[in-house]
Nanobody
Framework: LMCSCRRWGGLVQAGGSLRLSCVIS????????ISWFRQAPGKEREGVSC????????HYEDSVKGQFAVSSDGVKNTVYLQMNNLEPEDSAVYYC???????????????????WGKGTLVTVSS
């Protein structure tokens, strides 16, 4: 099983957009939920968003609601994280993880996520 987190461009100015992609092998995104996390320098890893199987449901942490959009493509077996209106505070290493979308108290949990991508660095300049 492999989660490969890719992106188009890692450095963007504040207000810009980026789309991350997570190519999954070994399991189907039509049958499994995928989560996104991020870790900024000196901070703990935090949940960002997740998408249920076949994209039937989504969750966003309060910090990214209205700013990020998560989706999945069963044909490409890929999950996307569209990030808009980026701010310097969004700078972090972003990870995708499988398989699950566990939300407790409106917070995305890492419990049960056995497979993690290597992460990709997103830097937002002011």
């Amino acid at each position: 099983l492999m989660c490969s987190c890719r992106r188009w461009g890692g450095l963007v100015q504040a207000g810009g957009s980026l789309r991350l992609s997570c190519v999954i092998s070994g399991l189907s995104v039509d049958e499994n939920a995928i989560s996104w996390f991020r870790q900024a320098p000196g901070k703990e890893r935090e949940g960002v968003s997740c998408v249920g199987n076949r994209g039937r449901s989504t969750h966003y942490e309060d910090s990214v609601k209205g700013q990020f959009a998560v989706s999945s493509d069963g044909v490409k077996n890929t999950v996307y994280l569209q990030m808009n209106n980026l701010e310097p505070e969004d700078s972090a290493v972003y990870y995708c993880a499988a398989a699950g979308c566990l939300v407790v108290g409106d917070r995305l949990q890492e419990y049960g996520l056995e497979y993690w991508g290597k992460g990709t660095l997103v830097t937002v300049s002011s």
